[in-house]
């Protein structure tokens, strides 16, 4: 090959190395288009994993998003902080008929590690909350050799994957733990961090056979794992945030009023325009009479107008506020972009600030909807803290602190009876809310009675004592009820008690006796 085709063929390949740099660099560009995709100004365009879910990543972006949003934007904010209210701000009853049965679930509520996760206060409040804005919440359940239960959650960013029955995808298996623990060295002082991964099977998977471990990652049979979903689609084994529909539109609304608030201080800048004669001598002579702040030994001529300053020009120079008739920008202009805030939220707009559109019987009433929406709200945590106790009495009977039996059903799930009176009964759990609405007390009262008497003087038989008794004190918004009730019905009665029972009767029978004669 003489120099003249060597030449040539280095020309040539230089030239494909060149083609070749090129079409890397456009794939780079493009591949960095589809990431600023995700991205664009503010606004989270989220892919799909498949045509089904949301993926992992995905929902810790929308979770981490409505986390920030909760924090920051008044709308959402309150949307969330209303729900929670109404839902758990005037507390809940929970309770069992069943003196054994009631033992264990007071116990359980009572628990002071139980208080501090689920079954305080605060604790249900910050579990209502959590749920409208990450729609999965995991407890984890820990059990004692004699049946004492302890619940607390997993993070629901750490829960990885869900497996489920090949032959059925709602009927979950494990759940795929994977979270960064920290530990002190004590030896050098310094944090360090390692990943951990762990399997966790549903609460209500019980397989003939236990594997120890999935792969080379243990399999966490003492702390099975019960999830609670909502948002999304049923279809969906992750919930998607209720939030996420107002996302958005909650951050329109925020950067419209910012750009509003822009223009307002804008057109404040100026409050007087004075044009005066003289030149420059007479702008100065204004000033003095102005008593203008001006500094006359820093050479600033020109500085920034405050709000509310007064333009100074000589004649001819005069400036003026932009013609905004007919089309000014006013704060109410936003109102749609609240409304769909609202509307996401389920909620009137009445209930984000702005009065003027309320009226006295909405503010003594709801919407129907939103009335429902809460009711639908408080009926979904009823099961979940009666799925939770049932779970509770299991284990109860199982270590052995209460007397009963466990049986498995075909599918699997758990036939639980307990001993009451030497008899096996279905373990009784009454989860109760006050009524969302605050009616007319009088008027509740006079329903109540009408229903147990048939608005006649004695009772009718259509309502037992004890219930009537129990719907006259939630009415009349007593609280500590099931204290009441024992008193009133379950506790042993005095000697006292007993005498003045019979007495009654047999005054009853004497005026019996001479109705009788007489007639």
């Given amino acids: 090959m003489n120099k003249r085709e060597l030449a040539e063929l280095v020309e040539s390949q230089a030239g494909l190395l060149e083609d070749i740099r090129i079409d890397r660099d456009n794939l780079e560009e493009r591949l960095a288009d589809l990431e600023l995709a995700l991205e664009d100004q503010g606004w989270y365009k989220l892919g799909w994993l498949s045509e089904r879910e949301f993926s992992r990543d995905g929902l810790r972006t929308i979770n981490m998003i409505a986390r920030y949003m909760y924090l920051k934007n008044p709308l959402i904010k309150q949307g969330v902080d209303v729900q929670t209210r109404y839902v758990f701000g005037q507390g809940m009853n929970i309770a069992s008929d069943q003196e054994p049965v009631n033992d264990v679930i007071q116990g359980f509520l009572n628990d002071s590690k139980n208080r501090a996760e689920l079954t305080s206060h605060q604790s249900r409040m910050g579990k209502e909350t959590e749920l409208q804005l990450y729609s999965n919440i995991f407890f984890v359940f820990f059990t ?136 420059a001598d007479g702008v100065a002579a204004a000033k003095t009479k102005l008593q203008s702040t001006l500094g006359t030994g820093s050479g600033e001529t020109n500085p920034p107008p405050l709000t509310g300053s007064t333009f100074l020009s000589t004649e001819g120079v005069d400036m003026k506020p932009m013609k905004t008739a007919g089309a000014t920008t006013k704060a109410e202009d936003g109102r749609r972009l609240l409304l769909m805030v609202a509307s996401t939220m389920g909620l009137p707009e009445t209930f984000f600030g702005d009065v003027s559109v309320g009226t006295l019987a909405t503010a003594k009433s709801m919407d129907r909807p939103t009335e429902l929406k809460m009711v639908s709200r408080q009926t979904l945590w009823a099961d979940i803290y009666r799925a939770i106790l049932d779970y509770v009495i299991r284990k109860a009977i199982d270590g052995g602190t209460l007397d009963g039996t466990v049986t498995e059903e075909d599918d699997g799930t758990p036939n639980i009876e307990v001993a009451v009176d030497g008899q096996l009964e279905s373990p009784s759990i009454n989860v109760d809310f006050p009524p969302i609405l605050e009616h007319d007390v009088s008027e509740s009262i006079k329903s109540i009675v009408t229903a147990g008497t048939l608005n006649g003087k004695v009772p009718a038989g259509t309502i037992d004592m004890e219930t009537l008794s129990r719907l006259l004190l939630s009415a009349l918004g007593v609280e500590n009820i099931d204290a009441l009730i024992d008193q009133m019905f379950n506790e042993e009665p005095t000697e006292e008690a007993r005498s003045m029972v019979d007495a009654v009767k047999g005054l009853r029978e004497s005026i019996n006796e001479l109705i009788a004669a007489a007639a």
């Fill in 144 to 279: 004692d050799t004699d049946g004492k239960v302890r619940v607390r959650t997993i993070p629901c960013d750490e829960v990885s994957e869900i497996i489920t029955n090949p032959e059925d995808r709602k009927e979950p298996w494990y759940y795929k733990r994977e979270w960064s623990q920290s530990s002190l060295n004590m030896d050098s002082g310094i944090h360090e961090a390692e990943t951990i991964t762990a399997y966790y099977p549903d609460w209500r998977y019980q397989p003939g056979s236990k594997p120890v471990s999935i792969g080379s990652k243990t399999i966490e049979w003492e702390s099975p794992v019960y999830h609670v979903k909502t948002g999304g689609l049923p279809d969906m084994q992750f919930g998607v945030s209720e939030v996420y529909p107002a996302l958005d539109w909650a951050r329109a609304y925020k950067e419209f009023l910012e750009n509003w608030s822009t223009i307002v201080k804008a057109y404040a800048r100026f409050a007087w325009s004075l044009t005066t004669k003289g030149g």
